[in-house]
């Protein structure tokens, strides 16, 4: 049997540890599946974004679009480039982007060196686990970071407790809902040492495979008795339980600033909800990814006035249906805060990219104060 050592110096038994183990695991699948759901929302909707790239105010389709909206590189798609990228920012509070030409590639590790007054340096970069062997600038790649906290490092912290409390009432229901026997033995066996080898060698797993398995038969051995003795306590309920769960998704919500309700999928104001998940959560890190594109692709001089720039634009992350918002499209395009293409991009349809669907239109509704009031225009 092999042995591990704990922290005494003491050795422990692969049994024990095995014990030690099966209680954490529950508590572990929670916490995963907190921060799995968690992260997959958010990698989900910064994937549905499209990063749109201007150039002396105008939208362009260049090489760098390509790579952000479509494929960064060889082996991935823009929407798996972007998932990877959002879960390794979550998970390690910052994530390297390495540019090779037009491709981007995301980097498994590194480190950063850093001067005061001067660039950092970013070297010993791993990508797919093989190193690159060349040290970058910060001028040169993309590193985007959240807060200096790291949101996944204080959930863990904050679920040692939980996780202890967790773990209590799990067993303190399986103690009360589980049924307990008595195996009566033999006076004359009971000292016996060949029947105690017999025991834990038969006996006792025959006894475990029948306790454990919904049908199962145990052989009733002569001078053996397997008696019912009932529970340990009268039945209790898993509200313990299903409350510390809850307590686990409501710290995860609150730590990824998600609406709680999005934690469980019980949502019933959709509109509502999208709007304060996009205000708290999205949206501040599409400012962020939008910033960090934006100055390592531009000096001031070609942003100055905004005419260069990249963009996350979020607009497209709600649900539309067309039927449903027919008057309003139409409103847009008649007051002509939109053109043609512009609305039908935020129908997800694509662009016609004509002269027409390009132009902006106004309805004779809309005048100037001064032309009614000289009656140009009839009011």
Known sequence: MGFLTDWLGRRVSEAELDAVTSKLKDIVFYKELALYI???????????????VYENGQEVRNELYYALNVSPNPNQSSSQFLNKLINTL?????????????????????????????????????IDDKAIGKSYKASQVFYFKLDDKKVSGLIEGLYGTYGQLMSCAIAAYKRSNGQKYKLVIDGMK????????????TIKQQLQSFIENENAVYPQFRGTDLQTIGTAATGTSSSDVVALRKEIFDIAAQAFKIPNSMMYGNITNMGEIVKVYLSFCIDPL?????????????????WNGGKNCVVCDTSMINHIDILDVADKADKLIASGVCNIDEVRRVLSMRPLDTEFSQRHYITKNYANVDEVLSGEVSG
């Open 286 to 302: 599409a400012d962020m990814l939008s910033e960090e594109l934006t100055r390592k692709t531009n000096t001031f001089e070609t």
């Open 90 to 126: 979550y998970e390690k509070n910052e994530v390297l982007v390495v540019p090779k030409g037009a491709e981007l590639y995301i980097a498994d590790s590194f480190l950063q060196e850093e001067k005061p007054l001067r660039e950092n340096v970013f070297s010993n970069i791993c």
């Open 190 to 201: 009971a000292g016996d040492q060949k029947f105690a080898e017999q025991f834990n060698t």
């Open 38 to 52: 968690a992260k997959s929302y958010i990698a989900n909707t910064i994937s549905k974004c499209e990063f749109l």
